[in-house]
Structures are given as C-alpha cells and as structure tokens.
C-alpha cells in the first residue's frame, strides 16, 4: 500500500510545491514557467548556456530563448544581471526547489 518514487521525480514534486509556496510568497520569480525555472537554477549554479543545453538534451537556441523570456519576465536587462539574480536567489533560498 506504499507509494515509491524515483529520485528524480520526487525532486519534481518537491521543486512543484516550492513553486507553489514561492508564489504564496508574491517572489517574481513564480512567473517562470516549470523549464524556465530550471534553466534559472542551473545559471545561478554556475552553468554556461552550453553547459545547460548539453545538461537538459536542448539546442543553445532553446536555451537563449528561455533566457531571453526569463529576462523579459524578471524584467533584467541583461545576461550578468540575470545571473547575479540567479546566484541570490539559491542564495537566500538555500537552493530549495532547485533540483539541479
């Protein structure tokens, strides 16, 4: 009657109910889409656009895309902003619903 999970889906689940608690929270960061979100945490890990293409099986081009809308959405205006916000964002979140 037990319920098992892979590692990599529970750590679906929980970056899903960070989300959510994150957006109960009013942070911008809950306008980001599941995969923008991801490709948030992987920048503020220290990951290059390359790095995140090769990581998530993408083309550079999907990754620039989503870096633009992150951008867009977080209202930054450029690459070095976003991911100096990216790193603060870990950083005052100690990572949580990161799942990189």
């Not at 989300?19 to 991801?38: I, T, Y």
């Not at 790095?51 to 867009?72: A, F, G, M, W």
Request: net charge positive; charged share 25%.
């Amino acid at each position: 009657g037990d319920l098992y999970l892979s590692e990599p889906v529970m750590k679906k689940i929980l970056a899903r109910m960070s989300l959510k608690r994150r957006a109960q929270n009013g942070s911008p960061v809950e306008q980001l889409s599941d995969r923008e979100f991801e490709i948030f945490c992987l920048f503020g890990s220290g990951y290059s656009v390359k790095d995140i293409s090769q990581k998530l099986n993408i083309s550079i081009y999907t990754v620039e895309t989503h870096r633009r809308t992150i951008k867009r959405k977080l209202q930054l205006h450029d690459s070095s902003t976003l991911i100096r916000h990216a790193v603060q964002w870990i950083l005052m979140n100690n990572g949580s619903g990161c799942a990189v």
